[in-house]
């Protein structure tokens, strides 16, 4: 079964920076993606960004385009998302998320509670 370990987050003041990473472990696939989604209080869950963790191609909401960067480094199984000039608005739970097959190609359109595999979530909160 996928476990995925977080770690990052927290509080910080618009226009600042958080990175957050997100280990995987129990599964030898060779084709699967990695990424974030985040919830806010009384929104629906939405992909944040997205990367495939054999030929990486990022993908981003637009939402976060130009400021989130997503990384991967396969030796440790691990992505990151590196969260800068962040707003407000971009207050929520951000879980990371593994996928494979048509689910990484619908990361943004398609949210798949029952068919993802999630982390436990962590609260990244932007003062303003």
């Known amino acids: 079964q996928v476990q995925l370990q977080e770690s990052g987050g927290g509080a910080v003041q618009a226009g600042g920076s958080l990175r957050l990473s997100c280990t995987a472990s129990?599964?030898?696939?060779?084709?699967?993606?990695m990424g974030w989604f985040r919830q806010a209080p009384g929104k629906e869950r939405e992909g944040v960004a997205r990367?495939?963790?054999?030929?990486?191609?990022?993908d981003y909401a637009d939402s976060v385009k130009g400021r989130f960067t997503i990384s991967k480094d396969n030796a440790k199984n691990t992505v990151y998302l590196q969260m800068n000039s962040l707003k407000p608005e971009d207050s929520a739970v951000y879980y990371c998320a593994w996928r494979r097959g048509l689910l990484c190609t619908n990361w943004f359109t398609y949210t798949a509670l029952d068919a993802t595999n999630w982390g436990r979530g962590t609260q990244v909160t932007v003062s303003s």
């Open positions: 129990g599964y030898t696939y060779s084709s699967v993606c």
């Open positions: 990367i495939y963790t054999d030929i990486g191609n990022p």
